[in-house]
């Protein structure tokens, strides 16, 4: 039989193993990490075991290092989006940039609080050289979702997101890039378009007979190409094509035949160096036929022949404006309200996925292929088309005094 002292001895030691029990579970010891949390959102021992301490500094780090979600919140939550964008912020873009920033967070502030998911908006510099470092590093280390892009950057975004498999929405007059390119879409005018609304302006000033000059390169060669097909369908006559050298600055020959055979107008597709300089010298000679153009740009240089009728990209709807006004007070640049829909059209795209989880690449992609009779802040109510063209309107001007004046106001 067990006397008392032997009882009160095992008693003590039970109390004792169950007291080092609890000491274990509630201190610094190993703790095993739910295993329904991704493994790229935590840094896991080689067993899947970490102490509380190590694993608190490795997921501070990496949140650190690619603005990942606190793992200690409930799972719960709704999983962000990133949406990543690069913008020219410095250099000779950086007011262009700064002012595309605004109408980013524009589209941001406006998207509703009852979402499946959570957006972020995530920005890096970009022009030139600058471009390529920048989108991998918003591919690589920021880890987004989708990219966002305008002007010249297009086309090196556009190649890194197809090798990452990540949609992409651009702003650009070149549609040249989405050639071989399953994952980018274009919201810019399409060449078709552009020439239809060049040829329309011309039509409202009762001009039929016209010249073009134009760059080699692209986008000018096929934009060229575009107008003298529809002029051909729609009884204009092109009485004259001059194609320039990139970067040609002397236009003596060009000038020289058009004074000889004094078209109604000459539609100049050239860069602004080249632009500006053909002008000067277009007004040296003064000319009687009207200068016209299709640019994306509004910049309006002082050499500009009073007169000129230009077709320009979209500022925007006059709700767009005035919004865009209370929050900026830069200049509205090009894209702007391009790059404010592409924000809008990318949370449409992911809110109509059936789950609450990241949808797949080709389900992202279809879900973008199929938006349809979206309210544009062009003013327009555009879908994406085929080609993955998303179409706006131009909108016609005039220059007199070296100011814009528009023909719908």
């Not at 799972?75 to 020219?88: A, C, D, M, R, T």
């Amino acid at each position: 039989m067990i006397n008392k002292t032997t009882s009160r001895i095992i008693l003590m030691m039970t109390l004792i193993v169950i007291s080092i029990i609890i000491y274990l579970i509630n201190s610094e010891s190993f703790i095993q990490y739910d295993k329904s949390i991704p493994t790229n959102q935590i840094a896991l021992g080689k067993k899947g075991n970490i102490t509380k301490s190590e694993g608190r500094k490795r997921v501070k780090k990496l949140a650190q290092e690619k603005s990942l979600p606190d793992i200690g919140k409930s799972l719960k939550e709704k999983q962000v989006i990133k949406i990543g964008v690069s913008l020219p912020l410095s250099g000779e873009k950086e007011i262009t940039g700064d002012a595309l920033r605004s109408a980013l967070y524009m589209a941001y502030n406006e998207i509703p609080e009852n979402t499946k998911f959570k957006y972020e908006i995530i920005i890096e510099d970009s022009g030139k050289e600058k471009t390529f470092m920048s989108t991998y590093t918003l591919v690589d280390v920021k880890d987004v979702d989708a990219l966002l892009s305008v002007y010249e950057d297009a086309e090196i975004v556009a190649k890194i997101a197809e090798k990452n498999k990540l949609p992409h929405i651009a702003c650009a007059w070149n549609e040249h890039f989405l050639e071989k390119k399953s994952h980018s879409f274009n919201h810019f005018p399409s060449y078709n378009k552009q020439a239809d609304s060049f040829l329309d302006n011309l039509e409202r000033n009762n001009i039929r007979i016209f010249s073009i000059v134009n760059v080699k390169q692209e986008p000018y060669k096929s934009l060229a190409k575009e107008v003298k097909k529809q002029a051909l369908k729609r009884n204009f006559v092109v009485q004259s094509v001059f194609e320039i050298e990139e970067g040609q600055l002397n236009f003596s020959k060009e000038i020289g035949e058009l004074s000889e055979k004094t078209p109604e107008a000459v539609l100049v597709l050239m860069g602004q160096r080249e632009g500006g300089i053909f002008t000067s010298k277009l007004n040296s000679k003064a000319l009687s036929f009207r200068y016209t153009d299709i640019d994306m740009m509004r910049e309006i240089n002082k050499t500009t022949m009073n007169g000129a009728l230009y077709v320009l990209s979209s500022r925007g709807d006059y709700l767009f404006r005035e919004k865009f006004i209370k929050a900026s007070v830069l200049p509205l640049p090009v894209c702007a309200p391009n790059l404010y829909d592409a924000v809008k059209m990318l949370v449409v795209a992911f809110e109509s996925t059936d789950k609450k989880i990241r949808p797949r690449s080709d389900v992202l992609l279809k879900s973008l292929s199929q938006i349809s009779n979206f309210s544009s802040a062009t003013g327009d109510v555009v879908s994406v088309g085929k080609d993955r063209i998303i179409e706006s309107s131009l909108e016609a001007a005039e220059i007199y005094d070296n100011r814009i004046y528009y023909q719908n106001e």
